[in-house]
């Protein structure tokens, strides 16, 4: 298994401005969540989708939007971007039959000023 | 609604010394619920998880955790601390009949310091 992998690493930005994080999960796991975790503080779960249909979400504006394509890779896309949205952003993703079982990648950092 | 409660921001131990870190959850329907340990500029790893069964859990490195329901707490302990195990630690909760749909609900998280 290779893992997810996201990218860039990190990323600055510049406020209003839209941004897209990548993430590539291991073959098979057709089911990827995305994360917010500002510094010092715990994961928030912002969604989740399965066989590329969003099928959970959490406490976040519209402006945070996703997709997960057929290869198991996915984005994050957030538009307007804020001050505050500057976090660590975290995909993870699991297969069938792991009972959440989740697999993290290493995350985007994200600075927006 | 779930929460997660982890008492204690920063914890520091003595190498060889028990690791005892607290967590406490909030849940109207049965939890499921994880152990993850991130390291500096890295994603979570999963160390241990309840889902249903023996409430006593075993993990990776050493680690276990005991499921007590009427205390609605999820301690995590390890025998002998080892200057590798200096992280952050988080606890996480999710609904028994989520599907996974309603992602994991995390602590603010532990700070783990080996002292030598």
């Known amino acids: 298994e290779t893992g997810v992998t996201q990218s860039p690493t990190h990323l600055i930005k510049t406020r209003g401005q839209q941004v897209t994080l990548r993430c590539s999960s291991q073959?098979?796991?057709?089911?990827v969540s995305w994360y917010q975790q500002a510094l010092g503080q715990g994961p928030q779960f912002i969604f989740q989708?399965?066989?590329?249909?969003?099928?959970g979400r959490g406490n976040f504006p519209p402006r945070f939007s996703g997709l997960q394509f057929p290869n198991y890779s996915s984005e994050l896309n957030v538009n307007a971007l804020e001050l505050d949205d500057s976090a660590l952003y975290l995909c993870?993703?699991?297969?069938?039959?792991?009972?959440?079982?989740?697999?993290f990648g290493s995350g985007t950092r994200l600075t927006v000023v | 609604a779930q929460s997660v409660t982890q008492l204690g921001s920063h914890v520091s131990v003595s190498e060889g010394a028990l690791v005892l870190l607290r967590c406490n959850y909030s849940?109207?329907?049965?939890?499921?619920l994880f152990w993850y340990v991130q390291y500096p500029n890295q994603g979570l790893q999963l160390l241990l998880k309840?889902?249903?069964?023996?409430?006593l859990v075993k993990g990776i490195n050493g680690f276990e955790a005991e499921f007590k329901k009427s205390e609605t707490s999820f301690h995590l302990t390890k025998p002998s601390a080892h200057m590798s195990d200096a992280a952050e630690y988080f606890c996480a909760v999710t609904r028994y009949s989520g599907g996974g749909a309603d992602g994991l609900t995390f602590g603010k998280g532990t700070h783990l310091i080996i002292q030598p």
């Open positions: 073959s098979g796991h057709n089911t």
């Open positions: 989708y399965y066989r590329e249909e969003e099928n």
């Open positions: 849940s109207s329907v049965p939890p499921y």
């Open positions: 993870a993703s699991s297969r069938p039959g792991q009972n959440y079982g989740y697999t």
């Open positions: 309840y889902t249903t069964g023996a409430t």
